[in-house]
């Protein structure tokens, strides 16, 4: 617009009267035009289109210092007109004859204008805009800010600060403490500073609104395939995942053989199958470990830690087994209780660990005498052992407990508190058939009977029950 008055013959600074026509048509058609005038170079009003009562001039102006420094088109900050007594931005140009700057033209931009254009733009979007100057005035604002026109942010440094660096995007609360999303730009060719915000809630809602039209827009399409697939894909989807489906339950109920045919599944489905397969495997391995855990944490639960045979535990299960047995067959079932005779004394002499070591030699022996199947041979206290002989007849009964009593002696553990010089065994041996009203104590107690005959006799020796029988050795 300058350029055209410029161009206009009528404006020149030789001539005030001929350019305040020119200069009003162009004021009354444009609205956003205060006024239009020309200055000489001294600052001193040739002619406006105002109907100025004042002809004060502008040379004190930094818009007009700094038009005749750089004879070039500049933007004022914010002023008050000197003519019409209105706020206003100024845009200067200076006016040439031939390659001389002889005059400027001013154009006085209305400040009411630019925030009703602020305000027109923010009802497009629902924002707020805000114009500001080089100092961070505001020169215009939409209506929901047209308190800030005229003032600064003196208040909120923060802000003006954001303001002043590189075009961009930053979140404040300086205003009314809502946060807003604030986008700023510098106006080409002037120091002015146009400013758009909207509230962080704002924002949000339309992001929420256009995630729910998205989601929406997903539901829809993956209903459509899904019933493409439904109708078109059982054959070749649905069967098969029917069938990894079923295979996953006989897995989950236990059946670890549970396998699918990976190899007639879809390559979509191929690696599913395979992995099925695999983690099948590697549950059937685990539970095969899992099993000889528990097997080899039973074993250790019914073993005595010294001495390797049965502990109490397990024998006194195994004799209540075998005696329901016995009731159930008929069967004879015989049990012999040895104890090492004078072991206190033993310990006392030598120490705990060559009793110990005693112990495991004895437990060897009845071990190796306990060789048939339901043969079982246990230490049931500290140097108390029993063997659980389910069949035989007294008569082989005996010569089994006179094996063993022979061949702990003939081990020859020293036990200089003995008789002999040796570690010796006494034995009391019993043998029962079971009745159905009677219960293993029975057997028990016959065996301890037998036991405590031997030790009153001289030890040693085998003593069964009922006595007279009595097997000893000539030592």
């Given at each position: ?51 100025a009562t004042t002809n004060r001039g502008v ?6 210092k700094e038009v005749l420094a750089k004879r ?101 609360a300086a205003f009314d403490g809502a946060t ?296």
């Amino acid at each position: 617009m300058l350029a055209l008055a410029a161009s206009l013959p009528e404006i020149r600074a030789d001539s005030p009267t001929a350019c305040r026509n020119p200069f009003r048509r162009l004021a009354d058609a444009l609205p956003w035009l205060d006024d239009l005038s020309l200055m000489n170079l001294d600052g001193r009003l040739v002619c406006t289109s105002a109907n100025a009562t004042t002809n004060r001039g502008v040379a004190d102006r930094d818009n007009f210092k700094e038009v005749l420094a750089k004879r070039a088109f500049v933007v004022s900050d914010l002023l008050i007109s000197r003519l019409t007594n209105r706020a206003v931005v100024v845009a200067a140009m200076p006016k040439k004859t031939g390659h001389r700057v002889d005059s400027v033209l001013l154009a006085s931009i209305n400040v009411d204008w630019l925030s009703r254009m602020a305000t027109a733009t923010s009802g497009l979007n629902t924002a707020d805009v805000l114009l500001l100057d080089s100092k961070g005035m505001v020169i215009a604002a939409s209506t929901g800010f047209s308190i800030w026109i005229g003032k600064d942010f003196d208040a909120a440094p923060e802000f003006w600060n954001a303001l002043k660096k590189a075009d961009g995007v930053f979140e404040s609360a300086a205003f009314d403490g809502a946060t807003r999303i604030v986008g700023h730009v510098r106006l080409p060719g002037t120091k002015a500073v146009l400013t758009v915000m909207r509230t962080e809630a704002d924002v949000l809602s339309k992001v929420n609104d256009s995630a729910r039209n998205a989601l929406a827009k997903i539901l829809v399409t993956g209903l459509f395939c899904f019933l493409a697939i439904w109708l078109g894909g059982e054959r070749l989807v649905l069967k098969p995942i029917d069938d990894l489906t079923r295979s996953a339950a006989r897995l989950g109920s236990g059946d670890l053989t549970a396998r699918v045919e990976a190899g007639r599944l879809s390559p979509e489905l191929r690696l599913l199958g395979q992995t099925f397969n695999g983690m099948a495997a590697k549950l059937a391995e685990h539970n095969m470990q899992l099993r000889k855990s528990n097997a080899q944490l039973a074993e250790l639960a019914s073993t005595d830690g010294l001495t390797g045979v049965a502990n109490r535990r397990r024998f006194d299960e195994e004799i209540e087994a075998e005696w329901q047995r016995a009731v159930r067959d008929g069967t004879p079932l015989s049990v012999l209780i040895a104890d090492v005779d004078h072991f206190k004394k033993f310990n006392d002499r030598y120490g705990h660990l060559e009793g110990d070591e005693c112990l495991k030699q004895v437990a060897n022996v009845l071990k190796g005498a306990a060789r048939r199947a339901g043969d079982l041979a246990g230490r049931t206290g500290g140097e108390e052992f029993a063997v659980l002989l389910p069949g035989p007849e007294i008569g082989d009964v005996l010569r089994i407990a006179e094996t063993i009593r022979a061949r702990v002696a003939a081990l020859g553990i020293p036990h200089a508190e003995n008789s002999g010089g040796c570690v010796t065994l006494s034995i009391g041996a019993a043998t029962l058939r079971p009745e159905r009203d009677e219960s293993v104590r029975k057997l028990l107690d016959a065996a301890d009977a037998a036991l405590y005959r031997a030790k009153r006799s001289g030890r040693n020796r085998v003593v069964s029950d009922p006595p007279p029988v009595s097997l000893a050795s000539s030592a």
